[in-house]
């Protein structure tokens, strides 16, 4: 595994690892050859990790739309072919994409071993003909720790990095997190690589040393783009959503309560997910930001107390109440029967989530225009079909 290859750059370095927490001293694990520089020209052969993903079967979508000559090597989380196959075509049939199999090779694989799991024929195969790498797939939950992600997350990365080394020159997209871009105050900056991961969240910390291992893999010569995702939201024509989404699932949790913050400035990011994977393949296949980090995040927003005025003009009851009130009397009372569970550390103390400014130069340029109210019925009637907002009894705990 490429970790066994790993070193630290310099002694001095070697020596302050000793007083760094992992995630610091991870980001000066590096190979010490140069990456062959890959000429512009469209991709014939993709590697693609967490195909089956939300942002990845969208990413197929947009990949098959402007480059429909190109073949596709989608990696999949499983333990055979048949899996890999059955997971991805289910995953394009939950969100209404159409699979170009004659296109798509999809491999069974594991981020979290060797190869992940391919034997050394398949990797040798794949280091001769692909040309271009999207690395999307991870292990995404916020409260695991650096430690418990960094094969997944971290290693990952690296074996990709090694194999960009091999064969074929490569480009190499990564997908990272709009958190683990540089921050000053509420400023998030974008063209730059973060110093030091500024939140103590497993999950980020992952992201940005895989961003600083990146950055020096480009000053090597290897060429790509770094793209930073938001709070994916559903897509603009089926209203389809990951179950899993953060936000989501603290709406439906206010839902089941019956109560929810009152929170006064906190705007939620609106970014549909087909909109940002054709923002990624746009820019990645005309390399538009070479070598560079790019924030896709934020393409429009709602306001909190307005998102909740929606659902009260769809029948919800909710009322809003002091965030003290709704933490220590509320959330403190959740279980595992209510959706904000898995987040409710979040959501312990009562402050309101800071107001951020995100530095997005290339979202502003493409000036998209989405009808917030167009887009909201769109969702509320996946919602709806899924039973995903059921309508809940108040509960009878005292505001």
Not at 36 to 63: K, R
Not at 120 to 134: C, G, H, N
Not at 365 to 387: C, E, F, G, M
């Amino acid at each position: 595994m490429f970790s066994q290859n790993a070193r630290l750059c310099t002694p001095s370095q070697m020596f302050a690892s000793f007083q760094q927490p992992r995630c610091e001293r991870d980001q000066w694990l590096s190979q010490c050859a140069t990456f062959p520089t890959a000429p512009q020209q469209p991709s014939e052969n993709v590697l693609l990790t967490g195909a089956n993903g939300f942002l990845g079967v969208h990413l197929i979508q947009q990949l098959q739309k402007m480059q429909p000559e190109t073949t596709i090597y989608c990696l999949v989380h499983a333990k055979t072919p048949e899996e890999a196959q059955s997971k991805l075509y289910l995953a394009c049939q939950d969100r209404g994409i159409s699979l170009n199999k004659q296109r798509t090779v999809v491999l069974n694989s594991d981020l979290e071993v060797a190869r992940f799991g391919l034997c050394p024929e398949r990797w040798r195969q794949l280091a001769a003909v692909v040309d271009t790498i999207y690395h999307c797939g991870a292990r995404a939950n916020p409260l695991h720790s650096y430690t418990t992600l960094r094969n997944a997350n971290v290693i990952s990365t690296l074996e990709l990095l090694s194999l960009c080394q091999l064969g074929r020159a490569k480009r190499f997209f990564y997908i990272s997190s709009l958190f683990a871009a540089a921050q000053q105050s509420n400023h998030l900056y974008e063209k730059s690589v973060a110093e030091s991961p500024l939140i103590m969240n497993g999950y980020v910390q992952s992201k940005w040393v895989c961003e600083r291992l990146i950055e020096e893999a480009f000053s090597r010569g290897l060429r790509g783009s770094i793209y930073r995702m938001g709070a994916m939201t559903g897509s603009t024509r089926y209203g389809t959503f990951n179950a899993g989404n953060h936000t989501l699932n603290l709406i439906k949790g206010c839902l089941q309560l019956g109560v929810a913050p009152a929170w006064g400035f906190r705007q939620l990011d609106l970014s549909p997910v087909d909109l940002l994977a054709n923002l990624l393949i746009h820019s990645s296949i005309n390399n538009l930001h070479p070598e560079q980090c790019v924030n896709l995040g934020y393409l429009a927003s709602i306001g909190w107390r307005s998102l909740f005025e929606f659902l009260v003009s769809r029948g919800h009851r909710v009322d809003l109440i002091n965030p003290r009130i709704w933490a220590r009397n509320h959330v403190a009372s959740v279980n595992q029967d209510n959706a904000l569970y898995p987040f409710k550390p979040f959501y312990c103390e009562p402050d309101e989530p800071p107001h951020l400014v995100i530095e997005r130069q290339y979202v502003k340029q493409r000036d998209i225009n989405l009808n917030i109210l167009s887009l909201l019925d769109t969702y509320y009637r996946y919602w709806s079909a899924k039973d995903f907002m059921t309508f809940y009894a108040p509960n009878p705990i005292s505001h």
